[in-house]
């Protein structure tokens, strides 16, 4: 989504890159425009082509790809947004249970709640970091999020961690 808060029309260039966990960039998609009007949003869609060998995501290997978007407007940069993500592909059968990139995965897991003793649910990043790393060093691979929505840190640290995420 695009917006203008400006009082003038513009027209905003998007540019997308998705870079590895090394930081090389493996794809760059086709530049997006799109004149807005005043107070006017827009959805602009990049497709890439297909990435070549990506690394995939897993409770083993957690590698995650970021993709960078730029917006600019006259020349110059207006905007940047970063989106992690890995990749990474599942089948989930009645008969043969959960595979994850090809392979059968038996989950290792627990329902985890958010909130802290003595803090109820104002958690710091720091203390979701901390419990998230007990679970992943306890064995487990897979957290189910009880009874609420977590915070978006939460997710965001699963991904990074290596642990598959229910919310």
């Known amino acids: ?6 009082a003038v029309p513009v027209e ?7 870079i590895d966990d090394r930081g090389a960039v493996v794809a ?6 799109v004149r807005l009007a005043p107070g006017e949003m827009q959805i602009v869609s990049q497709l890439s082509a297909p990435i070549a060998k990506p690394r995939l995501w897993s409770p083993d290997t957690p590698v995650l ?3 960078v978007t730029r917006l ?19 089948e989930w059968t ?8 090809g392979k059968h995965l038996y ?15 104002a958690v710091t990043n720091g203390a979701i970091e901390r419990d998230v790393r ?10 189910r999020g009880s009874h609420y929505p977590h915070d978006p840190h939460f997710a965001e640290t699963t991904d990074k961690v290596g642990m598959l995420f229910l919310s």
């Open 1 to 6: 989504e695009v917006s203008n808060s400006g």
């Open 12 to 18: 905003v260039t998007v540019d997308t890159r998705i």
């Open 28 to 33: 760059t998609l086709p530049r997006g425009h």
């Open 65 to 67: 790809y970021r993709a």
């Open 72 to 90: 600019s407007v006259g020349g110059r940069d207006r905007d940047r947004f970063e989106t992690e993500f890995g990749f990474r592909w599942f």
């Open 94 to 101: 009645a008969d043969h249970g959960f595979f994850l990139n």
């Open 107 to 121: 989950f290792r897991g627990a329902n985890v709640h958010q909130d802290q003793a003595g803090w109820g649910d």
């Open 134 to 143: 007990m679970l992943k060093d306890a064995g487990f691979d897979f957290i």
